[in-house]
């Protein structure tokens, strides 16, 4: 673990609790930075948030423009959630923020989740550093998320909705979209993606009550891939674009998302088209060729893809993207998965079953799945599988028995061991 989430970790309560009250005390003891950030672009959704964000803010910086960004997970260093002005923040004024926060939390007489503080600690570093535009992405549902004291931004977007978290969001699909368009705010225009249709109700429900006017994948404007580019279509213009420089099917609706997004901000057609080449989104169905896996599969002619997705949505879209390449290029494929325990791992495997790919589990730190309990899962989905000790044991069974196409995936956290094995697969 890198030194500062060492330090949130140890210092402020790591539950989540889905709450604003907290949140308002600490922004109001630290002089509301959420008021004076840059236009804010908060984005909402259950996947593809992510890849939206990394689209948008290539567009962006192809037009010229600088761009703050806060994601999160991280991968391998947390300072990878907090980006100043196209870079990512440094170790000594992050901690300096974080000082102030923590002074202000003691103060306040309260205390902080791990979220809530580090969602404070950007907008303070944001707040204090000149850029054009904020991108802000929503850490959990919406409604009740530490980035929802966000009052008057200039675009609000909802990425696909679909079933994660059941624990805080619940089994309802309708609840799930209400809860996320809990972004949408006043008289500032929302870009929704694709929706299914009780998800998409709900949003416009949520849209009408604040008086959101929206502008809806599908409806409004559409995107498509034609002759090895991006086509992108809306009511007023016809786009013929690159593709997105990020793999897989699914990146033409986030990229279709990102435009729209674009557009509403008056950037031009020139940087639309370059910052879909130039973009780049670590562990989103990313090709490994560097570090010890990449060269362990480099030394045995085998492609090795990582994919941090972890519900069955993005499962269906890693396995839309492995038939494709197999479809090309047959090759005999293995799955190197781990999961967390509190994920829907039968509706990820679901999603995968007819990839006939050889299984391999592994864990990982934290509350990862019993290997032998995923492999099981897996099996029952009709896949071969096996549990292995480590990532590094599974890669190498993987490939002494010839897979030529290898895929770890299952969760952000087994990615980010992964990227973080070598300084050369850090994401910057």
Known sequence: MDPISERLRARHPQRIDLSLDRMKALCAALGDPQHRLPPVIHVAGTNGKGSTVSMIRAIAEAAGLKVHAYTSPHLVRFNERIRLAGKLIEDDQLNAILDRIEAATSDSGGEATVFESTTAAAFVAMSETPADLAIIEVGLGGVLDATNVIERPLLSVITPVDYDHAEFLGTDLAGIAAEKAGVLKPGAPGVIARQQE???????????????????????????????????????????????????????DNAGVAIAAALELDLPETAIAEGLRSVRWPARLQRISAGPYGEAAKAMDAELWLDGGHNPHAARALAAFLADRQARAPRPLALICGMLANKDAGGF?????????????VGFDGTAADPAGLAAVARGHGLAATPAGSVDEALKLALRLGAGRVAICGSLYLAGEVLGASRETWPD
């Open 349 to 361: 495997f679901a999603a995968l079953k007819d990839s006939h790919a050889t299984v391999f589990t």
């Open 198 to 252: 009780v998800a998409m109700a709900a949003i416009e429900r949520a849209a009408q009550a604040v008086h959101a006017p929206l502008t809806v994948m599908g409806v409004d404007f559409d995107a498509w891939t034609e002759r090895g580019g991006l086509a992108f279509q809306d009511q007023q213009r016809f786009l013929d674009l690159p593709a997105p420089g990020l793999a897989g099917a699914h990146q033409i």
